[in-house]
């Protein structure tokens, strides 16, 4: 069985999830995390959690931290008492888009890796184009109040990056852009993290990977994303399977 680590579930229409779930079972995938863009999505993730083998995140999208107040650490946390929730965020730095002034950004990233160490649960941390402030605020973060477990989700960083997470207990998980003609660099480096600290998503309904490029994701589809990832480490499709299963239920507890 595989687990989709990261999707957004949210992003369908109502009427099409039947259809989403059914095509991941076919697929293999029978457990996927609906991650949180923001805050007031709670109620309703937690609500897509009755489905059979959903579970999901809280927390605030970085593109989405200027539209309210930043939350504190002891609010996020607090909507991660229900046990379908597994995760804090996604949370962290897009300086590609710059959708959300960086020091909000920053400021935003912070409160959830102090939620993340309250809850006693993982963050999803999104990064793009911000390693080096990625890695600087999680260093600072675990010096100051200690370690935390962590998950670099859709990794498209460079390697600088994915050792310092490495270093600090981080996860790495790869998505469909692992599969993309260009992303040698990236498979490279998907090559080289240790085989307890590797994961595969696709975060549907963004970047499908090859075969399906150019159509919408869905969960389903991580299994094309997976059959790479275990040619490119020498595994066969269902050690890779059970490797990253196992993955994602040490480092999110609640699933285990």
Same mark, same amino acid.
């Given at each position: !069985?595989?687990?989709?680590? @990261?999707? @957004?579930?949210? !992003?369908?229409?109502?009427?099409?999830?039947?259809? $989403?779930? *059914?095509? &991941?079972?076919?697929?293999?995938?029978?457990? !996927?995390?609906?991650?949180? %863009?923001?805050?007031?999505?709670?109620?309703?993730?937690?609500?897509?959690?009755?489905?059979?083998?959903?579970?999901?995140?809280?927390?605030? @999208?970085? #593109?989405?931290?200027?539209?309210?107040?930043?939350?504190?650490?002891?609010?996020?946390?607090?909507?991660?008492?229900?046990?379908?929730?597994? /995760?804090?965020?996604?949370?962290?730095?897009?300086?590609?888009?710059?959708?959300?002034?960086?020091?909000? *950004? *920053?400021?935003?990233?912070?409160?959830?890796?102090?939620?993340?160490?309250?809850?006693?649960?993982?963050?999803?941390?999104?990064?793009?184009?911000?390693?080096?402030?990625?890695?600087?605020?999680?260093?600072?973060?675990?010096?100051?109040?200690?370690?935390?477990? @962590?998950?670099? #989700?859709?990794?498209?960083?460079?390697? +600088?990056? &994915?050792?310092?997470?490495?270093?600090? +207990? /981080?996860?790495?998980?790869?998505? /469909?852009?692992?599969?993309?003609?260009?992303?040698?660099?990236?498979?490279?480096?998907?090559?080289?993290?240790?085989?307890?600290?590797?994961?595969?998503? %696709?975060?549907?309904?963004?970047?499908?990977?090859?075969? #399906?490029?150019?159509?919408?994701?869905?969960? +389903?589809? $991580?299994?094309? %994303?997976?059959?790479?990832?275990?040619?490119?480490?020498?595994?066969?499709?269902?050690?890779? *399977?059970?490797? %990253?299963?196992?993955?994602?239920?040490?480092?999110?507890?609640?699933?285990?």
């Amino acid at each position: !069985m595989l687990i989709d680590s @990261h999707c @957004h579930l949210d !992003m369908f229409e109502a009427s099409e999830l039947d259809g $989403v779930l *059914q095509r &991941a079972a076919a697929a293999g995938v029978g457990e !996927m995390i609906t991650i949180s %863009t923001r805050l007031g999505q709670a109620p309703d993730l937690i609500a897509l959690t009755r489905r059979p083998g959903v579970w999901c995140t809280v927390g605030v @999208h970085p #593109h989405n931290v200027g539209e309210t107040p930043v939350a504190d650490a002891a609010t996020i946390a607090g909507l991660a008492a229900n046990s379908r929730v597994v /995760g804090i965020g996604e949370s962290g730095l897009d300086y590609f888009y710059d959708k959300a002034p960086r020091d909000l *950004q *920053q400021a935003s990233f912070r409160q959830h890796i102090r939620a993340a160490r309250l809850a006693g649960l993982p963050l999803v941390v999104h990064a793009r184009d911000a390693d080096e402030d990625i890695a600087a605020v999680l260093h600072e973060e675990s010096d100051a109040g200690g370690p935390f477990q @962590h998950v670099l #989700h859709c990794f498209s960083s460079g390697r +600088g990056l &994915a050792e310092a997470a490495l270093k600090l +207990g /981080g996860y790495i998980s790869f998505s /469909g852009m692992l599969t993309f003609p260009k992303s040698t660099g990236l498979r490279d480096i998907a090559r080289d993290v240790p085989a307890d600290r590797l994961l595969v998503e %696709t975060d549907a309904p963004f970047l499908a990977p090859v075969p #399906h490029r150019g159509r919408r994701n869905e969960p +389903g589809y $991580v299994a094309d %994303t997976a059959r790479v990832l275990a040619g490119l480490r020498g595994l066969e499709p269902e050690a890779l *399977q059970a490797l %990253t299963t196992n993955n994602v239920r040490a480092l999110f507890t609640r699933m285990a």
